[in-house]
């Protein structure tokens, strides 16, 4: 993509009309109708120079409204779909947001008192000309916990397609898909990536995987991304049969050697990928090899991005990161440029391997258990479709560990299932081979499903 660019608009048109498409729910519009044509009724005029609120549910009318309101207005502050009610407020006030943009599902679902109110809809209305860019409009996303008020954090197009720079154009044009909301990070870096190279077929908030998956047959996806959490529901569905991507990739969490397995085994032709990113850090790596874990010769090595572990946890410096917190006195990196991600990583033989969130650790008698770590064993299980791994309080210890475990699916190559009893029996004693006692669930509980945040990941208790 072209670095100058002052809009994405002009970064996608660089080098001509782009042919590229995007499909949603509802409908199917093609990117070189924008060159003459709003998605915001003819009222774009009103939101000039302005701090714009995009609270949209439909993921199609918010792509056509990115792509046209950036380098026309001052800030575009992206509120995914599930921003609770009582956050609106605090965003507004730390965004200085002036005016928003909604739909009409969005308008009836949360009131929102700004001086200026703009309908969008996926329904494009003729106009003579584009108008050039006037700015280059920050970008302002949300984190993604699953408690408390969400803190916003502030980009640039330059540094949310950083990790683009330079790359040339694919020899064809390229069908991306995505799990991922396009307001989350993860989402929002899949679509400037298809925008750039081709189209994108956009999932809906509660649309079946298996009708998502159809779309994205239809359109003759190529390219396709989501968390492992996503990945490993869409196993369980078989919906993956529908689709045959040349490159899969996986972010968001922990991809452990299971879910890679499960997904060369499903897509034997495609790259599988496995990313990690976060809001605030940018993107960091790739990894294709089809191991767990990233090559420890990533750390401490040249290059734009910088990797290197400090109290055992990852920090990431990149042209990628943040500019910093909005409103907030918390300073989003540290005096030497690097982000503390969080992340707990252990190097062992020349790799290494995620662990957990710092803030996800159980303590079992002083002792340390990693949920992730364990959920890994548990997960290699050729019966185990996904597990979570939590604390459970207890009088001598403090805390036990605890497991829950969604079951394969039966039939195919597997045949008939073992019973319960069987199963759990098989995966105490294999976590008994492969941890320390201490992290050995004391309780291992076969459940139905377990509860997905809207951003792809694992619901867990202490997130």
Not at 98 to 105: I, L, P, T
Request: proline share 6%; aromatic share 4%.
């Amino acid at each position: 993509m072209r670095s100058d660019a002052r809009s994405l608009w002009e970064s996608i048109t660089a080098r001509g009309v782009p042919a590229g498409r995007l499909h949603g729910t509802s409908g199917c519009v093609a990117l070189a109708e924008l060159a003459h044509a709003s998605a915001l009724g003819g009222r774009l005029a009103e939101l000039r120079d302005a701090t714009v609120l995009i609270a949209i549910k439909d993921q199609l009318t918010a792509a056509l409204v990115l792509l046209e309101l950036d380098g026309f207005v001052r800030r575009l502050v992206l509120c995914a779909p599930d921003l609770a009610a009582e956050h609106y407020a605090g965003v507004i006030e730390r965004s200085q947001a002036e005016a928003c943009v909604r739909d009409a599902a969005s308008a009836a679902a949360v009131p929102l008192s700004l001086r200026t109110s703009v309908l969008a809809e996926p329904r494009l209305t003729p106009l003579p000309a584009r108008p050039a860019a006037r700015h280059a409009s920050e970008w302002i996303l949300l984190t993604s916990g699953t408690t408390g008020a969400p803190k916003l954090v502030l980009h640039t197009l330059a540094s949310l397609t950083s990790a683009l720079a330079g790359q040339p154009p694919p020899p064809q044009p390229l069908v991306w898909s995505t799990f991922y909301d396009i307001r989350r990070y993860g989402g929002l870096q899949i679509f400037l990536r298809a925008v750039h190279a081709g189209s994108l077929v956009l999932s809906q908030a509660e649309e079946p995987v298996l009708g998502f998956l159809e779309r994205a047959a239809a359109a003759g996806v190529t390219h396709i991304s989501g968390t492992p959490s996503h990945w490993r529901k869409a196993l369980m569905s078989g919906a993956v049969t529908r689709i045959a991507p040349r490159y899969v990739r996986l972010s968001g969490e922990i991809a452990d050697q299971a879910v890679l397995d499960s997904l060369r085994g499903a897509f034997p032709q495609a790259t599988v990928a496995h990313a990690f990113a976060s809001t605030e850090a940018g993107v960091a790596f790739e990894v294709r090899d089809g191991h767990a874990g990233f090559p420890a010769t990533l750390l401490g090595g040249g290059g734009p991005v910088e990797l290197r572990v400090s109290d055992e946890t990852l920090r990431v410096r990149s042209p990628g990161t943040a500019t910093c917190y909005l409103g907030e006195a918390e300073s989003l990196r540290a005096a030497d440029g690097f982000v503390d991600t969080g992340d707990r990583v252990e190097e062992r033989d020349g790799r290494c391997h995620f662990m957990g969130r710092r803030g996800g650790v159980i303590n079992v008698g002083g002792q340390k258990v990693h949920p992730e770590e364990v959920e890994a064993v548990i997960n290699a299980h050729p019966w185990v479709r996904m597990s979570l791994v939590r604390a459970r309080r207890n009088a001598i210890t403090g805390a036990i560990v605890t497991a829950d475990v969604v079951l394969a699916e039966e039939g195919g190559a597997r045949g008939a299932r073992p019973a319960g009893d069987v199963l759990t029996r098989e995966l105490a004693e294999h976590c008994r081979q492969a941890l320390a006692a201490h992290k050995v669930p004391a309780m291992i509980r076969i459940v139905p499903a377990l509860e997905v945040s809207p951003s792809g990941k694992l619901v867990r208790p202490n997130a």
